[in-house]
């Protein structure tokens, strides 16, 4: 069984093809990253595998599971979904209740938007105090969820998605308008956790090659709603390649792991 399977996969919206002839197989354990300029159909494909839409053509399967043959919610049940562009329900009424972080993580056992203190126990604040201790955060735990900073609140995030044990972790933009040390600080946290957990599979998307983890196995780029290119992240993020991508001539280095790209001057 792969983690995702998608075939042949198309979504149109009156009339506006927003994927066209996806083919894409994640397994356990691999570390995707998804790269692309704006409107390629990157979100439109993490909405797919994260069991929100149902392709207009084609087959998605989502840890063996076909969409359209499968209750939705309780597949979401075992996804992690961090999307730093839409605001989380559970923000907004945390916001009310002067929540803490950890009031934050708590609510992603039970994946409501408040907190089901009747079934949160010490097991589950001790998990959740592993979690954001992973995160690089434990001293956030009882701090007014309010006033932490966009990059300490992208973490919390992650670790409220890891609160479920997903099978896959699904990663928007996370690092989307952080400064340098924050983005930093939360590449750095991803990366600790695909080298402490094995089996947990990711898959980030990103404009910026700068923010692609080091530990990343493997890579897809996107362009016109279409795959360009997909496979070991070696072979996929070459200058011919991202240049195709992006529309203009790009020189691409690596150091310690992390990718850069800068364009080529006449």
């Known amino acids: ?4 399977e998608l075939e042949g996969v198309g979504v149109r919206v009156v009339g506006k093809t927003l994927l066209s002839g996806v083919d894409w197989r994640v397994d356990f354990g691999e570390h995707w990253v998804v790269l692309g300029p704006n409107g390629a159909g990157k ?9 929100v839409r149902h392709p207009s053509e084609g087959t998605v399967q989502v840890l063996g599971h076909r969409l359209g043959r499968v209750d939705l919610r309780e597949l979401r049940r ?3 979904l961090v999307a730093a562009s839409q605001r989380l329900v559970d923000e907004g009424l945390m916001e009310e209740e002067n929540a803490s972080a950890l009031t934050v993580v708590l609510t992603g056992h039970t994946g409501t938007s408040v907190p089901l203190w009747d079934r949160i126990g010490d097991a589950e604040r001790d998990r959740a105090l592993r979690l954001l201790a992973d995160l690089g955060c434990k001293d956030l735990a009882d701090r007014d969820f309010r006033v932490c900073s966009q990059g300490e609140r992208a973490r919390v995030r992650i670790a409220r998605a890891l609160m479920a044990d997903p099978a896959v972790l699904l990663l928007d933009e996370p690092a989307a308008g952080l400064d340098l040390p924050a983005r930093e ?11 402490t957990r094995p089996v947990l599979t990711t898959v980030s998307v990103t404009h910026h090659l700068e923010e692609v983890p080091a530990t990343t196995t493997h890579a897809m780029l996107m362009k016109d709603a279409r795959v360009l290119a997909a496979g070991a992240v070696e072979d996929v993020l070459t200058p011919a ?12 280095d690596r150091l310690e792991g992390r990718w850069y790209a800068r364009a080529v001057r006449p």
């Open 241 to 252: 390649n991202l240049s195709e991508c992006f529309g203009r001539p790009l020189d691409v």
């Open 1 to 4: 069984m792969h983690v995702l």
């Open 78 to 80: 075992h996804i992690g």
């Open 185 to 195: 600080d939360l590449i750095e946290a991803v990366e600790d956790l695909a080298r």
């Open 43 to 51: 979100t439109t494909l993490l909405s797919l595998v994260s069991a």
